[in-house]
């Protein structure tokens, strides 16, 4: 983690690109591989958890339980493709286990499982699950008066669940600073658009109404996230919401905003030209 | 008894006689209506979205809102058949189906699509193997686990007759229809006896009939004449049947769920309580690991070998063997 110190911010930018370039060539080949998975959502998502990982939390592989490490969780637990070719290159599973993806008897099961892949702080697949398990991660940190920080992804359709509007309710009432909460805001749900199902806007001004920071910023400019998510708390005294504007199955020219990709899986001769696009 | 029933070839997926019939029945019948959760394709309920979209309500990912709005329609006269994962809407709305539909005793119709272990390697947040248990212990809900499509579409209609809670557990998973004999007929809280037999009976319902129908015929091989049941009504449940399959002192249960509190649980606490015989529960013991739903079936051995291996278990035990 610490070698980034002493990067420019334009290297630092550069090595975030190509970690996402190699998160998503690796996240292809599992979904193709093991024929079944979420690519859009994996793409969409693949920025996000890039900055994070190698620009932003602070953990050490070696030691994934050290109590003062920041957390994260992915709240849309579908997108395992994403989230681990992401803990393989930070470290934390071996880069070969990624061609076990959702083989039998395989610790990469198709949503996360804590007890068997480190880095993995709570289960998830039922969405709607991460921001309350933050927000007890946030409050325990309070309590300790650590800084350390929470981060949770979700999903722009998982937004329509209220258990996240409980946990964002408590979270704004007991000022959470250290907690930060990012949408993953591609627009697509599992069968349709968003505004076709149950509309979310305006989403930035609901978080604000339960006492929330919030920021627009697009979730594939790493530069843009850097600035954003590794900016310290400093004395802002609000959680965070990060909207990050992404589309589903970006990077890959056939899959971008097509809803039939939420759990597609590519044929040879997609695969072939994903990869060519992401050479 | 006629001659046995019998698995014919050829493999269907039950969502497909659930929306069939479905359909069929919202044509004659306007109070029908759809609620899902993002869920429209995966309960194959696109037909009748295209042919009656103000009668299809989509909540958005909202399990515990969809099965409220689901009691608030019924509050109107409607007939909602609310559909989605059966996990999630069995877990995560399980109170809403308790105070809203079960208590509350209203005209809702649960549909939970690819229970079991269908979602095989998404794993146990996406399995539903606890749902009977959950379920079962409510008052005024009634439970079919249907085995085939006729099952299915019988269920549904069943379901739309009935004027109060049901809940249909269906699947994905590929199965044959049986053949049945003319006229069978379906109805809440009636078993089936599908192959007469004394030494032993085998329990099933859903997609465990055609195994152990399977097994029933290897057994009658071996000399051994299993009874098998299908016991798609959980509740209400079929008493009289189950004590008669007592009589063989020698029973086996099998299902898609857990091993606590499913059919097996039903089927002990009759028999335990009243004609007392010697059983194996086949079903999942805990968690599952990785793998596909047929990985998972053999891995825990719910197969028709595993029935053949557990009836003779059962038999030894009975005979103090
Ligand atoms: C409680 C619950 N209901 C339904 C599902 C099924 N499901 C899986 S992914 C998905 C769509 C998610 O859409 P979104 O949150 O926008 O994620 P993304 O677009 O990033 O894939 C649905 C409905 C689920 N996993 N959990
Ligand atoms: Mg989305």
Redesign the interface.
């Known amino acids: 983690m610490l070698e980034k110190i002493s990067q420019t911010s334009d290297e630092r930018i550069a090595a975030i690109r190509e970690k996402a370039r190699i998160i998503r060539r690796r996240a292809i080949q599992m979904v193709f591989d093991?024929k079944?998975g979420h690519p859009g959502g994996d793409m969409s998502v693949t920025d996000i958890l890039a900055t994070l990982y190698f620009g932003v939390l602070r953990y050490d592989p070696a030691q994934p339980d050290d109590p003062a490490r920041d957390r994260f969780v992915l709240s849309k637990?579908?997108c395992t493709g994403a989230l681990y070719a992401t803990l393989a290159e930070a470290g934390f599973i071996p880069l070969d286990e990624l061609a076990t993806y959702?083989?039998?008897?395989?610790?990469?099961?198709?949503?996360p499982?804590r007890n068997y892949v480190p880095g993995v702080e709570t289960?998830?697949?039922?969405?709607?699950h991460g921001m309350p398990v933050a927000v007890g991660m946030a409050i325990a940190g309070q309590i300790d008066g650590s800084d350390r920080r929470v981060f949770v992804v979700t999903g722009d359709?998982?937004q329509?669940?209220?258990s996240n509007w409980e946990a964002g309710m408590i979270a704004g009432h007991r000022h959470l600073a250290q907690l930060t909460l990012i949408i993953d805001r591609n627009h697509l749900?599992?069968?349709?658009r968003?505004d076709e199902?149950?509309d979310l806007e305006p989403l930035a001004d609901k978080w604000r109404a339960f006492g929330w920071h919030v920021v627009d910023v697009d979730g594939h400019d790493h530069a843009a996230l850097l600035d954003v998510l590794g900016a310290p708390v400093g004395d802002r005294v609000k959680p965070l919401c990060v909207i990050a504007h992404t589309h589903k199955g970006n990077g890959i020219s056939y899959m971008v905003d097509q809803v039939q990709w939420h759990h597609g899986v590519p044929n040879q001769e997609q695969y072939e030209l994903a990869m060519e696009e992401l050479a | 008894m006629a001659a046995a029933v019998q698995n014919a070839p050829g493999l269907h997926d039950c969502r497909d006689a659930f929306a069939k019939t479905l359909e069929a029945l919202a044509e004659a019948d306007g109070r029908i209506v759809a609620v899902v959760n993002d869920s429209v394709g995966s309960s194959k309920l696109g037909g009748f979205k295209k042919r009656w979209p103000e009668r299809l309500v989509n909540v958005g990912i909202a399990e515990q809102n969809m099965v409220g709005v689901g009691a608030g329609l019924a509050n109107g006269g409607k007939v909602p058949f609310v559909s989605g994962a059966a996990c999630f809407l069995t877990g995560r709305a399980l109170e809403q189906i308790k105070a809203d539909v079960a208590y509350s005793n209203t005209n809702v119709k649960l549909a939970g699509i690819s229970s079991g272990v269908a979602y095989g390697e998404l794993g146990p947040t996406h399995h539903s193997i606890e749902d009977l248990a959950w379920l079962r212990l409510l008052p005024n809900l009634t439970i079919v686990v249907p085995s085939d499509p006729w099952e299915t579409a019988e269920a549904v209609k069943a379901a739309v007759a009935h004027e109060g809670p049901v809940f249909l557990r269906l699947s994905r998973m590929p199965v044959p229809e049986l053949k049945r004999p003319e006229g069978a007929r379906f109805q809440f809280g009636k078993a089936e006896v599908l192959r007469a037999g004394t030494d032993a009976a085998i329990i099933a319902n859903g997609v465990m009939v055609t195994r152990a129908l399977v097994a029933a015929e290897a057994l009658a091989e071996a000399g051994i004449a299993a009874r098998v049941i299908n016991l798609s009504s959980i509740a209400p449940i079929d008493r009289e049947v189950i004590l008669a399959a007592a009589e063989t002192g020698a029973i086996v249960t099998i299902e898609e769920h857990s091993i606590r509190g499913g059919l097996g649980g039903a089927v002990a606490e009759i028999v335990s309580t009243t004609r007392p015989a010697a059983m194996r529960i086949l079903g999942f013991p805990g968690f599952a690991p990785t793998g596909s739903a047929e990985f998972l079936l053999e891995h825990f051995g719910l197969t028709s070998e595993g029935i053949v291996r557990a009836v003779h278990e059962v038999i030894a035990m009975r005979d103090g063997r």
């Open positions: 093991a079944q637990g579908h959702m083989r039998p008897l395989s610790m990469l099961n198709g949503h499982n289960n998830t697949g039922p969405l709607g359709g998982e329509q669940e209220g749900q599992q069968g349709a968003t199902t149950n």
